[in-house]
């Protein structure tokens, strides 16, 4: 399991960063169910960089709260890169955020199938007027394990994007 310490530290770096950009984050999660947004909001002083966090469980919750279309959905699947980036931009059209990190995927133990197996996780980034990109990662380990390392990796990767 990734180190929380590591994953706190991420964090911290980020704000550090925003803080100095005077930007926001903001946060959009399914399979990760506001884990993200916890670990953000544990770095002290947060409140000054960190906007706000969606968790978007549901298909229906990612079309209502954050526009994510649902003939979308009914193609690609709520595990996918389309969705994931459909959840970062629609994150930021919902927040006065600058960035925004968004995470989906299926953290197991059941819910996989052949194309998308349990630890397929998409993560996307988006940054108005600026980036929007996404990854897949595969993780092995329980929902625990799968999740920590989901949230140590939207992190890592945020923090080597903003030091470009």
Known sequence: MPQLSQV?????AIGDKLKQQHL????A??????????TITSVSG????????FVTYSNLS????LG????????????????ALA???GALKQSPASISIAITGIAGPGGGSQETPVG???????????FCQALCQHYSGDRLIIRYAAVEFALKTLLSLMEK
């Open 46 to 53: 947060a409140s000054v960089w960190f906007e706000r966090g």
């Open 62 to 65: 990612k079309q209502q709260i």
């Open 24 to 27: 926001q984050l903001v946060t």
């Open 68 to 83: 994510v279309d649902k003939a979308l959905l009914n193609q690609y699947g709520p595990v996918s890169e389309k969705t």
């Open 8 to 12: 706190h530290r991420f964090a911290k």
């Open 29 to 38: 999660e399914s399979c990760t169910g506001g884990q993200l947004a916890q």
């Open 120 to 130: 397929t996780i998409w993560t996307a980034w988006a940054r108005k007027k600026s």
């Open 87 to 89: 959840m970062a931009k």
